[in-house]
């Protein structure tokens, strides 16, 4: 059971590009497959998608999409994003939008990431900036919650101010195309300077994040170089950014920081494998949506596996897990009258 979001994979990326730098900080892999981390403790099972061999109808499927970019692209592929975005999907970039063709040459891609990075002279130096770069305090804009910010952050101090771009007017069937000034909503900030915005693009949207958020997670730690109360305030931006566009299927609460995925059963119900890369924890999985996992309001678990002594039990609309440190655990969840079969 794969929740409504595209990870685009970028198969080109694993060349050397132009500008890269020598590997320096758990290299392109962290920085690419962070976020897939922290989306994976926050209840999300996104669907990894190759950007290069996706056809437009197949992007469509998807309401949102992440793109992790390594700054050049090619341009059938960013007109991909065009039309994913103009049919109303909500496209996530980061932490630069891409200005330039895998072989170097400049492309404009200001209509779907119209502000630039700061200070930007040369198209390599924006690669020293996110290696070697000041590491400023990053802060959720539309809650105010200091963030991690994993690497250096990149600022769009533009992105504050109105910008010029044609849209439609006028009235009748037929609209005239017209310039208006419009504004990105800013949702991150560093030193009170915009680090990421988001633009309305006909009827989607184009989101630019200046920062690898959860870098810290793709690796063996997990996320453990963080505090509890940095790893809970990713996890509320991740949820707060994609949750009205991608609504979860497993939704952890605040208290619980589980990777989960379900597989639906032919015979109704489903499995759920839970992974706890933490210590010890107890609370709530809750299921938003139970019919999507061949559920009712009320939810029958029973524990097929456990490695080290964990616990689950039923309930309304999800189940409560008691987990043993570094558990993994398989339910069969089922509704309706009487005990669950296995």
Same mark, same amino acid.
């Given at each position: 059971?794969?929740?409504?979001?595209?990870?685009?994979?970028?198969?080109?990326?694993?060349?050397?590009?132009?500008?890269?730098?020598?590997?320096?900080?758990?290299?392109?892999?962290?920085?690419?497959?962070?976020?897939?981390?922290?989306?994976?403790?926050?209840?999300?099972?996104?669907?990894?998608?190759?950007?290069?061999?996706?056809?437009?109808?197949?992007?469509?499927?998807?309401?949102?999409?992440?793109?992790?970019?390594?700054?050049?692209?090619?341009?059938?592929?960013?007109?991909?994003?065009?039309?994913?975005?103009?049919?109303?999907?909500?496209?996530?970039?980061?932490?630069?939008?891409?200005?330039?063709?895998?072989?170097?040459?400049?492309?404009?891609?200001?209509?779907?990431?119209?502000?630039?990075?700061?200070?930007?002279?040369?198209?390599?130096?924006?690669?020293?900036?996110?290696?070697?770069?000041?590491?400023?305090?990053?802060?959720?804009?539309?809650?105010?919650?200091?963030?991690?910010?994993?690497?250096?952050?990149?600022?769009?101090?533009?992105?504050?101010?109105?910008?010029?771009?044609?849209?439609?007017?006028?009235?009748?069937?037929?609209?005239?195309?017209?310039?208006?000034?419009?504004?990105?909503?800013?949702?991150?900030?560093?030193?009170?300077?915009?680090?990421?915005?988001?633009?309305?693009?006909?009827?989607?949207?184009? &989101? $630019? !994040?200046?920062?690898?958020? =959860?870098?810290?997670? /793709? +690796?063996?730690?997990? *996320?453990?170089? %963080?505090?509890p109360g940095e790893r809970l305030a990713l996890r509320r931006f991740a949820v707060g950014h994609?949750?009205?566009?991608?609504?979860?299927?497993?939704?952890?609460?605040?208290?619980?920081?589980?990777?989960?995925?379900?597989?639906?059963?032919?015979?109704?119900?489903?499995?759920?494998?839970?992974?706890?890369?933490?210590?010890?924890?107890?609370?709530?999985?809750?299921?938003?949506?139970?019919?999507?996992?061949?559920?009712?309001?009320?939810?029958?678990? &029973? $524990? !097929?596996?456990?490695?080290? =002594?964990?616990?689950? /039990? +039923?309930?309304?609309? *999800?189940?409560? %897990?008691?987990?043993?440190?570094?558990?993994?655990?398989?339910?069969?969840?089922?509704?309706?009258?009487?005990?669950?079969?296995?």
């Amino acid at each position: 059971m794969r929740d409504p979001l595209a990870y685009l994979e970028y198969p080109l990326y694993a060349r050397v590009l132009p500008d890269d730098p020598r590997p320096a900080g758990g290299g392109p892999f962290a920085e690419r497959f962070g976020l897939l981390a922290l989306l994976h403790s926050c209840g999300y099972n996104p669907t990894l998608v190759d950007l290069a061999a996706a056809t437009d109808a197949e992007l469509t499927e998807f309401p949102a999409a992440v793109f992790p970019c390594r700054g050049a692209l090619r341009l059938d592929d960013y007109g991909k994003l065009v039309v994913f975005t103009l049919r109303g999907g909500a496209l996530t970039t980061f932490p630069a939008p891409a200005m330039r063709e895998l072989d170097g040459t400049a492309i404009n891609t200001r209509f779907l990431w119209p502000h630039r990075p700061a200070d930007l002279p040369a198209r390599d130096r924006l690669r020293r900036l996110l290696r070697h770069g000041p590491r400023r305090g990053l802060r959720d804009a539309l809650t105010g919650t200091p963030l991690p910010a994993g690497r250096a952050v990149v600022t769009y101090p533009d992105a504050g101010r109105p910008f010029v771009r044609y849209g439609r007017a006028g009235a009748g069937a037929v609209p005239r195309a017209a310039t208006e000034a419009v504004q990105a909503q800013v949702l991150l900030t560093a030193g009170g300077v915009p680090a990421g915005y988001r633009v309305q693009v006909r009827s989607g949207t184009s &989101a $630019v !994040l200046g920062a690898f958020p =959860g870098v810290d997670y /793709a +690796g063996a730690g997990g *996320g453990g170089a %963080l505090t509890p109360g940095e790893r809970l305030a990713l996890r509320r931006f991740a949820v707060g950014h994609f949750e009205e566009v991608a609504p979860r299927r497993v939704a952890p609460e605040d208290a619980l920081e589980v990777e989960a995925v379900a597989r639906l059963s032919p015979d109704g119900g489903c499995l759920l494998f839970v992974l706890n890369r933490r210590g010890a924890q107890s609370g709530w999985l809750r299921f938003p949506a139970p019919e999507a996992l061949n559920l009712e309001d009320e939810v029958h678990a &029973a $524990v !097929l596996y456990s490695a080290a =002594g964990s616990g689950a /039990a +039923g309930g309304a609309r *999800g189940v409560r %897990l008691d987990l043993a440190p570094g558990d993994a655990l398989v339910l069969r969840l089922t509704s309706g009258p009487g005990a669950p079969g296995l």
